[in-house]
């Protein structure tokens, strides 16, 4: 069993920068993938970034490749996602889901979901 919860969204310029973090509860965190995902106003979830449980291996959405990186660091039981060059349409609710796989990309993938925090870019 995971518990997730996201800090670290807010209010942002265009070219602005955030890192979210996620703290995960469990002893089992290293096991775990971990994945970051966004949901629009009225679109669905979408997937952002995903990190091996060895943090060896990554894998990002087109749409913010360049300009996101995702880390993890298992001691400290928490997951990043720093945001670079912030657009307007960057702007959602963020978050941090584990799972097993070692590559996933789709919401049906992960298990556990942490419950979200906002990042708004302005323009």
């Known amino acids: 069993q995971v518990q997730l919860v996201e800090s670290g969204g807010g209010l942002v310029q265009t070219g602005g920068s955030l890192r979210l973090s996620c703290a995960a509860s469990g002893r089992t965190f290293s096991s775990y993938a971990m994945g970051w995902f966004r949901q629009a106003p009225g679109k669905e979830r979408e997937f952002v970034a995903h990190?091996?449980?060895?943090?060896?291996?990554?894998y990002y959405a087109d749409s913010v490749k360049g300009r996101f990186t995702i880390s993890r660091d298992n001691a400290k039981n928490t997951v990043y996602l720093q945001m670079n060059t912030l657009k307007p349409e960057d702007t959602a609710v963020y978050y941090c889901a584990a799972g097993s796989l070692s590559i996933a990309t789709t919401v049906a993938e992960y298990a556990y979901w942490g419950q979200g925090t906002q990042v708004t870019v302005s323009s």
């Open positions: 990190i091996r449980w060895s943090g060896g291996i990554t």
